[in-house]
């Protein structure tokens, strides 16, 4: 009975394995499938594994070419940082010999002498004067308008002078060293200063110059006018002085 029973439980479980396994072909057919799988999955596992490497050494390319390009950018820009320094010391050496060439004397005096000289200021001051002396009072006829129209062109001409004068100043600031700076603005202050009392004395001089040649103006009138019209011509006078004095000194010097 026993053997009986070893016989069976053995017989029973080699059925079990051939339920399990089937045939021997089938067994093999399972040998094949699994030894595919397990080098396939080598094969998978080793290019993952060469893919990693590749990818840790690209990044590391790639970082060490950012790190490379950042230094020669900065390396650039302290070398563009010299050369800028060079080009800041190379033209400041060239402003410092430009300046040291320049005649300070003959600057000055070409800026007070050219290109109105005294003569010219003084024909302009005739001509002021001259065409003040229109009377639209008592001699008002056909040519009264025409030499309104002249005298007021030539007193705003003065107006013009004045502003030339300012802009001669302000344009010899960056080329006259502070000395003769100083003195081309004390004779400009001078001779614009003659050139404003010369028109308020024009003008005062074509209001009041008529009535003070009227025989019918009265004594106390053509007193008064003239008290009106004294110290503007006294403020001319003593500007015309101090200017012709100014300039002499310059364009004698």
């Given at each position: 009975?026993?053997?009986?029973?070893?016989?069976?439980?053995?017989?029973?479980?080699?059925?079990?394995?051939?339920?399990?396994?089937?045939?021997?072909s089938n067994v093999?057919?399972?040998?094949?499938?699994?030894?595919?799988?397990?080098?396939?999955?080598?094969?998978?596992?080793?290019?993952?594994?060469?893919?990693?490497?590749?990818?840790?050494?690209?990044?590391?390319?790639?970082?060490?070419?950012?790190?490379?390009?950042?230094?020669?950018?900065?390396?650039?820009?302290?070398?563009?940082?010299?050369?800028?320094?060079?080009?800041?010391?190379?033209?400041?050496?060239?402003?410092?010999?430009?300046?040291?060439?320049?005649?300070?004397?003959?600057?000055?005096?070409?800026?007070?002498?050219?290109?109105?000289?005294?003569?010219?200021?003084?024909?302009?001051?005739?001509?002021?004067?001259?065409?003040?002396?229109?009377?639209?009072?008592?001699?008002?006829?056909?040519?009264?308008?025409?030499?309104?129209?002249?005298?007021?062109?030539?007193?705003?001409?003065?107006?013009?002078?004045?502003d030339k004068n300012?802009?001669?100043?302000?344009?010899?600031?960056?080329?006259?060293?502070?000395?003769?700076?100083?003195?081309?603005?004390?004779?400009?202050?001078?001779?614009?200063?003659?050139?404003?009392?010369?028109?308020?004395?024009?003008?005062?001089?074509?209001?009041?110059?008529?009535?003070?040649?009227?025989?019918?103006?009265?004594?106390?009138?053509?007193?008064?006018?003239?008290?009106?019209?004294?110290?503007?011509?006294?403020?001319?006078?003593?500007?015309?002085?101090?200017?012709?004095?100014?300039?002499?000194?310059?364009?004698?010097?």
């Amino acid at each position: 009975m026993i053997g009986n029973r070893g016989e069976t439980v053995t017989l029973s479980f080699k059925d079990r394995l051939k339920k399990l396994w089937g045939s021997q072909s089938n067994v093999k057919y399972i040998f094949i499938v699994g030894l595919v799988v397990v080098c396939f999955g080598g094969i998978l596992f080793y290019m993952n594994y060469e893919g990693i490497g590749n990818f840790a050494s690209s990044y590391y390319e790639e970082e060490s070419s950012i790190d490379a390009n950042d230094n020669d950018d900065d390396d650039s820009e302290e070398t563009s940082s010299e050369d800028a320094d060079d080009e800041d010391v190379d033209d400041t050496e060239d402003i410092s010999s430009s300046s040291s060439s320049i005649d300070y004397d003959a600057e000055l005096k070409s800026c007070v002498t050219s290109p109105m000289n005294k003569e010219n200021y003084l024909n302009i001051e005739s001509g002021v004067l001259e065409a003040a002396k229109v009377d639209d009072i008592n001699n008002l006829n056909q040519s009264t308008q025409g030499a309104l129209t002249r005298f007021k062109s030539r007193t705003e001409n003065l107006q013009n002078l004045i502003d030339k004068n300012k802009t001669t100043l302000s344009d010899e600031k960056s080329i006259l060293d502070q000395s003769h700076y100083d003195q081309l603005k004390d004779y400009t202050t001078k001779i614009n200063n003659y050139l404003e009392a010369l028109y308020d004395y024009a003008i005062e001089y074509q209001i009041d110059m008529p009535i003070i040649n009227d025989p019918q103006t009265s004594d106390g009138t053509i007193q008064d006018t003239r008290a009106e019209l004294q110290p503007k011509e006294d403020a001319f006078n003593q500007a015309k002085q101090s200017w012709i004095q100014a300039y002499d000194t310059i364009a004698n010097s």
